[in-house]
T-cell receptor
Framework: DTAVSQTPKYLVTQMGNDKSIKCEQN?????MYWYKQDSKKFLKIMFS???????INETVPNRFSPKSPDKAHLNLHINSLELGDSAVYFC??????????????FGPGTRLLVL | QQQVKQSPQSLIVQKGGISIINCAYE??????FPWYQQFPGKGPALLIA?????SEKKEGRFTISFNKSAKQFSLHIMDSQPGDSATYFC?????????????FGKGTLLTVNP
């Protein structure tokens, strides 16, 4: 019973291609996130959605477009892939408690390699 | 601007020893300080978290010490075990509002030798 799942686990593609990563959570959470972890393991938030509404967009290139069809899903589409996009992308989810912070649960990651 | 500075970058400890990882922050509005543990090939998982109204929180072998005036917090792992070998991230965030996000430190790779 995976709480936060991502597909695919590995993604190897050529520069210039377009690819998508899918994320699903079965925790009943209403907030979902995308993080990027670079080769030095630095974790940085990219996007956050609450109830399908974008609430955080951390100056990510326009080539990255998140989409949340419902509260349980958050997908990430990347256009015109570049070498620098190679990284591990993590999806996470949490409850939205307004004034308090809730634990974020991370998925297993999608390892993207752009050749 | 790195808002959460973490040290050391890597740490090697003998089994049974104490592992100490330190973090310092700049934003005085931060009021939530979690530590995440990440094993190779896995996503980060919450280990323990603290809010600034207490100076220490202990869960089993893991303790967070918090110094609000110095804007520093640290993770202590007592009786370190080989199974604790992982990358540890400190993080910080502010409560409330729609701009809630975790700012992570750069991580510490802990190796516990048997």
């Amino acid at each position: 019973d995976t709480a936060v799942s991502q597909t695919p686990k590995y993604l190897v593609t050529q520069m210039g291609n377009d690819k998508s990563i899918k994320c699903e959570q079965n925790l009943g959470h209403d907030t979902m996130y995308w993080y990027k972890q670079d080769s030095k393991k630095f974790l940085k938030i990219m996007f956050s959605y609450n109830n399908k509404e974008l609430i955080i967009n951390e100056t990510v290139p326009n080539r990255f477009s998140p989409k949340s069809p419902d509260k349980a899903h958050l997908n990430l589409h990347i256009n015109s892939l570049e070498l620098g996009d190679s990284a591990v992308y993590f999806c996470a989810s949490s409850r939205w408690a307004g004034e308090t912070l809730e634990t974020q649960y991370f998925g297993p990651g999608t390892r993207l390699l752009v050749l | 601007q790195q808002q959460v500075k973490q040290s050391p970058q890597s740490l090697i400890v003998q089994k049974g020893g104490i592992s100490i990882i330190n973090c310092a922050y700049e934003n005085t509005a931060f009021d939530y300080f979690p530590w995440y543990q990440q094993f190779p090939g896995k996503g980060p998982a919450l280990l323990i978290a603290i809010r600034p109204d207490v100076s220490e929180k202990k869960e089993g072998r893991f303790t967070i010490s918090f110094n609000k005036s110095a804007k520093q917090f640290s993770l202590h792992i007592m009786d370190s075990q080989p199974g604790d070998s992982a990358t540890y991230f400190c993080a910080a965030s502010t409560s409330g509002g729609s701009n809630y996000k975790l700012t992570f430190g750069k991580g510490t790779l802990l190796t516990v030798n048997p």
